[in-house]
């Protein structure tokens, strides 16, 4: 069974600082895809960026970037100079070839940006 | 870039009710999903569609539920008879391979209230 884990329930960061979203997971499948999706208030899911579980470099996309660290099962997200518009909900997810390819989520990080 | 509409964005109905929710995937993907998320709390799968029939379906996808393609665009979500804790945003997704490494595309949602 997936199991994705968020254990920041709420983080605050200043304008203009590097934010770490935390996520941890678990699978017995060594082919994986890990993913952050954004939720602002609004309530729509924007993807954010993609790790596969065999790359080798850490994902970044613009001012995303995913701090991957296979044996401990992290996918961290890193957000570098955070904005106002980056307050939102964080949904890391993952999904698995020995689970039909399903999004499991996790819980979600809200994230205020503080000016 | 290509969305996934859904209509209506929201929808209020009364208990024991049935409701039709719909989508229009992007129009050159395969597999096709419902999602929902209960206010504040995670996103939980319900079904995978594909080849015009069911792949996988969650434990909440019980016998008040149906999904079907109608025709070649438009994918629903049907529930028989509403109970409160129907209440919740829906999200349709879909994806062109349904494998690891690929996103899925969201809808903007559409907010179930069950009064």
């Known amino acids: 069974a997936q199991k994705i884990t968020q254990t920041q329930p709420g983080m605050f960061v200043q304008e203009k600082e590097a934010v770490t979203l935390d996520c941890t997971y678990d699978t017995s499948d060594p082919s994986y895809g890990l993913f952050w999706y954004k939720q602002p208030s609004s309530g729509e899911m924007i993807f954010l960026i993609y790790q596969g579980s065999y790359d080798q470099q850490n994902a970044t996309e613009g001012r995303y970037s995913l701090n991957f660290q296979k044996a401990r099962k992290s996918a961290n997200l890193v957000i570098s100079a955070s904005q106002l518009g980056d307050s939102a909900m964080y949904f890391c997810a993952m999904r698995a070839s020995n689970t039909g390819n399903q999004f499991y989520f996790g819980t979600g990080t809200s994230l205020t940006v503080i000016p | 870039e290509p969305e996934v509409t859904q209509t209506p964005s929201h929808q209020v109905t009364q208990m024991g009710q049935e409701v039709i929710l719909r989508c229009v995937p992007i129009?050159?993907?395969?597999?096709f999903y419902w999602y929902r998320q209960i206010l504040g709390q995670k996103v939980e799968f319900l079904v995978s569609f594909y080849n015009n029939e069911i792949s996988e379906k969650s434990e909440i996808f019980d016998d008040q539920f149906s999904v079907e393609r109608p025709d070649g665009s438009n994918f629903t979500l049907k529930i028989r008879s509403t109970k409160l804790e129907d209440s919740a945003m829906y999200f349709c997704a879909s994806s062109y391979t349904g494998t690891t490494n690929e996103k899925l595309f969201f809808g903007s949602g559409t907010q179930l209230s069950v009064l």
């Open positions: 129009s050159n993907h395969l597999y």
